[in-house]
Every structure is written in structure tokens, then in C-alpha cells.
């Protein structure tokens, strides 16, 4: 019998914890310590290779301060093709940094600017 392969529902959920985590500023060690598995646990909640019981999502949920539904946003998505969604691309590390430093500045025509420089870059790939 050949071994399943994780479904796209985990894949979601899992990178969706990794959003969630790197929001907050955690480790996966740190994360792994605070719901008492170890951080190679942690790295294959977060791709989605083993999936995460209710209980320990639960506690996962209260660690990182949001709700169960959260880790299952963009689950509507699964089945669309095209861009990837807002979650997918806060997945990244460097997303959720751009994101953090990006709310500090207080400025409107400085975001602005940001956003259209950002923007150009982006259109000559």
C-alpha cells in the first residue's frame, strides 16, 4: 500500500501556523517547546507532511494568540488557480518583516511611496 501524501487542507493549515508563528516572533524550537513536541514536529505540522490533532491545535491556536478558524483561511482558495493568496504570500519570512516594518512607518506619502517603488520592482520580474 503506497504511503498518502498530506492533503492540501494540511498543507493550509500548516503554513498558515508558520504566518501565524513568524507574526508573533517565534521559533519553531519555540513554538515546539511551549506545545511539548520537538521543532522537526513543528517543521512538518508547518508543511503539512503530519497533520495537527484538535487538542494541540488548540493549544497551538492559544500560544499564538488567534482563533481555530484562523489557521484554516484561504481554505475557500484551495481549488482556484492564479495568484497565491495573502496567505500563501505571508508565508514567507521576508513578507511578514516587510509587513512589520512597514507598519511603523507613520508617514502616508512615505508608504506610498514605498508601495509604488515595490510595485516597479515587482512589474520587471
Do not use: C, W
Request: glycine fraction near 8%.
Amino acid at each position: 500500500m503506497a504511503g498518502r501524501g498530506p492533503d492540501a487542507v494540511d498543507k493550509l493549515v500548516g503554513r498558515n501556523i508558520r504566518v501565524f508563528r513568524l507574526a508573533k516572533g517565534l521559533s519553531q524550537t519555540d513554538l515546539a517547546q511551549h506545545i511539548g513536541v520537538t521543532f522537526q514536529q513543528v517543521q512538518k505540522y508547518e508543511k503539512g507532511t503530519n497533520r495537527v490533532g484538535s487538542g494541540r491545535l488548540l493549544k497551538i491556536s492559544s500560544i499564538l494568540g488567534t482563533t481555530i478558524t484562523d489557521f484554516f483561511e484561504g481554505s475557500d482558495q484551495l481549488h482556484e488557480t492564479g495568484r497565491r493568496s495573502i496567505s500563501e504570500q505571508l508565508a514567507e519570512p521576508q513578507s511578514v518583516r516587510l509587513v512589520q516594518a512597514f507598519s511603523e512607518i507613520d508617514e502616508p506619502d512615505i508608504r506610498r511611496t514605498l508601495v509604488q517603488l515595490i510595485e516597479k520592482i515587482a512589474a520587471r520580474r
